[in-house]
């Protein structure tokens, strides 16, 4: 089975702390992507990475950045947290997409960030 | 063990026919059921479904929570090449709706 772990469930932190979100993925997945999923919202990109060191801007990447140092793991970094961070942040990973394919993307269990 | 299972696993149909994807859940402390539509990148949100028995409608797509059965549907109807993708279900569950379980998708080809 795919297995997408992300670091913590639940997570409350102070306006202007540093916030990492660790994600990891045990299938040797290519890419791999941060959303955030907000009421009403639905689920919205923010960065995604289809290879080591490799990243690229999603819809919403403003006050976020990424970390891909080892295939298995994608960082989402919040510099200086702010209260609109506040939201549930999902990892998901996928295989790398064949020209014109698309693969089912895994998702990890999210991690629900209170910023006060 | 939580889990979402989503059938079938994938679909071939013609341009016009009607599709119905099933989702079954069996979870903790169920919140809510989302449907998503998954192209290229980013899944693209459908519906959100909280109460039984409301139906959600937008277009020619449908769906319905039946949290008896512990399953919804998703119809699609006069469908579309551009309908073409994997539709995926996923419920929030837990005590603070912390917990996102993921099905593997219905992978959906409308060929003309």
């Known amino acids: 089975d795919v297995k997408v772990t992300q670091s913590s469930r639940y997570l409350v932190k102070r306006t202007g702390e540093k916030v990492f979100l660790e994600c990891v993925q045990d299938?040797?997945?290519?890419?791999m992507f941060w959303y955030r999923q907000d009421p009403g919202l639905g689920l919205r990109l923010i960065y995604f990475?289809?290879?080591?060191?490799?990243?690229e801007k999603g819809d919403i990447p403003e006050g976020y950045s990424v970390s891909r140092e080892k295939k298995e793991r994608f960082s989402l970094i919040l510099e200086s947290a702010s209260t609109n961070q506040t939201s549930m942040y999902l990892c998901a990973s996928s295989k790398y997409w064949a020209s014109g394919g698309r693969d089912t993307q895994y998702f990890g269990p999210g991690t629900r960030l209170t910023v006060l | 063990e939580d889990k979402v299972v989503q059938s079938p696993l994938s679909l071939v149909v013609h341009e016009g026919d009607t599709v119905t994807l099933n989702c079954s859940y069996e979870v903790t402390n169920f919140r809510s059921l989302l449907w998503y539509k998954q192209e290229k990148k980013a899944p693209t949100f459908l519906f959100m479904l909280t109460s039984s028995g409301i139906e959600k409608k937008s277009g020619r797509l449908s769906s319905i929570l039946d949290k008896k059965e512990l399953s919804s549907i998703l119809n699609i109807t006069a469908t579309q090449t551009g309908d073409s993708a994997i539709y995926l279900c996923a419920v929030e569950a837990g005590d603070t709706g912390n917990q996102f379980y993921f099905g593997t998708g219905t992978s959906l080809t409308v060929i003309p």
């Open positions: 990475s289809y290879d080591v060191k490799m990243k």
């Open positions: 299938m040797d997945h290519e890419n």
